[in-house]
Nanobody, 125 residues
Framework: QVQLEESGGGLVQAGGSLRLSCAAS????????MGWFRQAPGKEREFVAA????????NYADSVKGRFTISRDNAKNTVYLQMNSLKSEDTAVYYC??????????????????WGQGTQVTVSS
């Protein structure tokens, strides 16, 4: 079992930064790929970034490349999403997820088994 808890969301002006945290617990969480997804009102849940716990392999949506960075802290069992140069279109509820997406398919929502409750990120312009 894996439990995930997000924090760090809030209101920020366009061009600003936020860092989201996802605290992971459970016996097998280190075997998972950890992902960040987001969902805006009326929109589909979309992939943002992912990291494989053991290898550190990362993948990013084209819309956030160069602006967002996913990372992990083994000592704290925590995954982070550093978000810089935020835009109004980044406004969404951000979800932390854990799963086993095969190969390079870290962007596939249905391959993730565990989800946090989400944290709201609002970017004002």
């Amino acid at each position: 079992q894996v439990q995930l808890e997000e924090s760090g969301g809030g209101l920020v002006q366009a061009g600003g930064s936020l860092r989201l945290s996802c605290a992971a617990s459970g016996r097998t969480f280190k075997s998972y790929t950890m992902g960040w997804f987001r969902q805006a009102p009326g929109k589909e849940r979309e992939f943002v970034a992912a990291i494989r716990w053991y290898t550190g392999y990362t993948n990013y949506a084209d819309s956030v490349k160069g602006r967002f960075t996913i990372s992990r802290d083994n000592a704290k069992n925590t995954v982070y999403l550093q978000m810089n140069s935020l835009k109004s279109e980044d406004t969404a509820v951000y979800y932390c997820a854990g799963g086993s997406p095969p190969g390079l398919q870290t962007f596939v929502v249905d391959t993730y088994d565990y989800w946090g409750q989400g944290t709201q990120v609002t970017v004002s312009s």
